[in-house]
């Protein structure tokens, strides 16, 4: 072969030698990459072993400070987790089951003489999942101590679990930002019709409304009637729990809302000074002070610049270290596994639901000897519809073994996330869980129309009338849309079905309160679509009680997703290097709007492989930072 068709052959000495040095720093920076984490790692592990860290000493308040979404389970980036760390950046999740299970070891803890709540890191937070932290909430002050919340400013999500505590502390200068419950969306036909790109939507249930966006300029009859009432359901009992909290009527969000602009006149502007006269904060003092106060009962540490405390994270790592150089009796293991995010065909990526991946969990669980049981935890709208097969059939298979299955549903657990509880022996739910949505949709868009516009045709032949029918660049045919209509229909038949041999409810019944309609917990336990009302720990203690295992004679063990921590460290060190060559501030912007957008990875959840979805589009909007 000649040098000219060789590329690296083919080049000057002077290239070859660039090459050279590309390569050898390339290699070089992997393997620094490489090292370091593995070092880091051996750091981490060494100073577990020996006993390093944090220490738990007497008369030590517990500071209850979570960051980002509150999540089911921790599924981050590894690589994004790690650069927040070596940056000193706040994690952007932070697990429920921690906070609960730090304030559950806290309150029979005699070195813990109060807890902290501080929540304005808090970004992203489901109704349901506050109220499982306000019960444990509740047990910790219970034991007689009390908590302590302060924020510089309170969001309505946030302000539901800080209201139950005994102190509520404001900054002068904060505010409390409550507004009720939303869902609005953009709606895009005309647009649409502008760019000549017709959208072809096949569905079942007039209230499967997550396809009008494409096909209408606003909200139909039938999703406006629905929406009212399962945003009203969780409106009234996020009231009810702001009244028991601060021992008000139950009205009191809702006049704190309502009479806002009266308040703020009569109070000069003064937000702060309107919340705690309508009774929802019990004082307002700056962050200063405060530390002060607390620094009086327990000390100040000068190092830290504030009273002496111990952030909950530390405090589980201290008591899990003391706990494992303690002999402790075996027992039995009740493995949760969660469906968090949408759910997608195969492994998933980091924030959706892998069907497989979720899948091959419950399968080892079945087939682990020490497992007696599964709780399966869902916080999902749904997704494809395929994905949702696997993990039911997954479950079925636990269920054919022996294994009782619990599903327990966190904030919404809707369509998709509905078809993969829906055969547990038992699911519970909470009043303000947003569920059902039974029903599926599929759409197909063509952009025939707007390549004509621009003077672009598509012509052919084909061996059949199907042959190129699918071609996005081609009109939808008559005969192709009664074929994915006849799909569709016969995906519903299937669903409505399922819940009806799963449910024992006779199909037309299931057909009645189907159709694609979403309903709040509280509504779907009096249909039937769920058993009890109640949170993860109800749900581990039926699994454990359907496997004959005694009153808390068992432990709750996280199952997660493995995931190619190598690969995504250097994908995201890779992503950060597409900025490198940009001005700073034009990077910053681009970064940013690309995370807002993320349209890359939401094409990406519709995956499935015969185009069939059962997704709800319904997580409430709360304004401010929160869901």
Not at 314 to 337: C, F, G, H, P, R
Not at 507 to 519: S, T
Not at 524 to 551: H, M, N, P, Y
Request: aromatic share 8%; glycine share 10%; net charge negative.
């Amino acid at each position: 072969m000649s040098d000219t068709h060789n590329p690296v052959r083919g080049r000057s000495v002077l290239g070859r030698l660039f090459h050279f040095l590309w390569m050898l720093v390339s290699g070089l920076l992997k393997l620094i990459i490489i090292v370091s984490v593995l070092g880091t790692l051996a750091i981490a592990w060494f100073a577990l072993r020996s006993g390093h860290g944090a220490k738990v000493e007497d008369n030590m308040p517990l500071v209850l400070a979570p960051t980002g979404a509150l999540v089911e389970q921790i599924d981050e980036d590894p690589g994004q987790r790690l650069l927040q760390n070596l940056n000193g950046q706040p994690p952007q999740q932070s697990s429920l089951r921690d906070l609960i299970d730090a304030l559950d070891a806290a309150k029979d803890d005699p070195r813990i003489p109060f807890a902290v709540l501080k929540l304005d890191g808090l970004s992203d937070a489901g109704l349901p999942q506050l109220e499982e932290l306000v019960a444990a909430m509740k047990e910790f002050r219970a034991s007689g101590k009390k908590i302590i919340a302060w924020g510089p400013s309170y969001e309505q999500a946030p302000y539901y679990a800080a209201a139950q505590a005994d102190e509520i502390v404001l900054d002068p200068m904060g505010s409390l930002s409550i507004e009720g419950f939303s869902t609005y969306n953009n709606y895009f036909k005309d647009g649409l019709d502008k760019l000549g790109v017709d959208v072809h939507v096949f569905r079942v249930g007039e209230y499967k409304s997550a396809v009008e966006p494409f096909t209408r300029n606003d909200m139909s009859p039938d999703a406006r009637a629905a929406n009212v009432d399962w945003l009203g359901d969780l409106w009234k009992d996020y009231g009810k729990g702001i009244g028991e909290g601060r021992k008000l009527p139950e009205t009191a969000a809702d006049d704190y809302v309502r009479k806002l602009g009266a308040g703020l006149e009569a109070h000069g502007g003064d937000n702060a000074a309107y919340a705690k006269a309508a009774g929802l904060v019990t004082s307002v003092e700056t962050l200063g002070d405060f530390r002060k106060r607390m620094g009086a009962q327990v000390g100040m540490d000068d190092d830290l610049g504030s009273f002496r405390q111990i952030h909950y994270l530390d405090y589980l790592a201290a008591i899990d270290y003391e706990a494992s150089k303690k002999k402790q009796s075996a027992k039995n293991t009740i493995a949760m596994v969660a469906v968090q995010g949408e759910i997608v065909d195969g492994s998933g990526e980091v924030g959706q639901a892998g069907g497989d991946a979720i899948a091959d969990l419950l399968d080892r669980a079945r087939r682990d000897e020490d497992i007696s049981a599964v709780v399966l935890r869902v916080n999902s709208p749904g997704g494809s519809v395929w994905a949702s097969e696997q993990i039911r059939r997954a479950v079925d298979a636990l269920k054919a073994d022996g294994k009782p299955v619990v599903a327990s549903m966190s904030t919404v657990a809707a369509s998709g996330g509905y078809w993969v509880s829906m055969d547990a022996d038992q699911i519970f739910a909470h009043d303000s869980t947003v569920t059902g949505s039974i029903g599926i949709f599929g759409m197909i868009p063509t952009i025939d129309r707007g390549l004509a516009k621009l003077g672009v045709h598509t012509d052919g032949v084909g061996t059949t009338p199907l042959a190129g029918t699918l071609r996005i660049d081609r009109p939808m045919s008559a005969e192709l849309s009664h074929i994915i209509q006849a799909q569709i229909d016969k995906g519903y038949r299937d669903f409505i079905g399922g819940v009806s041999k799963a449910r024992n409810i006779p199909v037309d019944k299931v057909n009645e309160i189907a159709r694609g309609r979403v309903w709040s917990g509280e509504k779907a336990k009096q249909l039937g679509l769920v058993d009890a009302i109640g949170g993860l720990d109800e749900a581990a203690d039926a699994a454990a009680k359907l496997a004959g295992i005694e009153d808390g004679e068992y432990e709750l063990e996280e199952m997660t997703p493995e995931r190619d921590f190598a690969s995504e460290l250097l994908s995201r060190f890779s992503g950060e290097a597409r900025y490198a060559w940009m001005p700073a501030r034009t990077a910053s912007w681009l970064r940013t709007m690309l995370e807002k957008t993320d349209i890359e990875h939401w094409l990406s959840s519709f995956n499935d492989p015969r185009g069939m979805y059962a997704q709800c589009f319904c997580t409430p909007q709360q304004g401010g930072r929160g869901r």
